[in-house]
């Protein structure tokens, strides 16, 4: 119905609102187009302590932070990140990412 695609559309909005903040609080670990249309992107990691995408991806993942390595997509994307913006807890994820990518400027 059309409520649940202007809920969904509001969830995008907000998020990608988020994630351009996120952005600005952890300049240098991303290289973010947003996206032209719909609630996916993928986005180039590029924070000189990361060498491989996927590796540092398995490191989150084991930190509980899950994000999708882009070459699982295609080896096309092979240092980009997945990255969907229509879940209701996005925010809450972003704050996990965050909190990890400070200690790991701080380490550095």
Not at 2 to 20: C, P, Y
Not at 30 to 56: L, R
Not at 79 to 106: M, P
Request: with cysteine; net charge neutral; aromatic share 10%.
């Amino acid at each position: 119905s059309r409520a649940i695609v202007t809920s969904n559309r509001d969830i995008i909005t907000q998020n990608l609102e988020h994630f351009k903040r996120f952005l600005q609080e952890h300049p240098g670990w991303f290289d973010w187009v947003p996206p032209p249309a719909g609630c996916i992107s993928f986005t180039k990691v590029v924070h000189p302590s990361v060498s491989d995408v996927t590796q540092w991806c398995e490191g989150l993942a084991e930190k509980g932070i899950l994000i999708m390595p882009g070459e699982v997509i295609s080896q096309e994307l092979a240092g980009y990140v997945r990255l969907g913006f229509g879940r209701r807890d996005f925010r809450e994820d972003l704050r996990a990412l965050g909190t990890h990518l400070s200690a790991a400027s701080a380490a550095n």
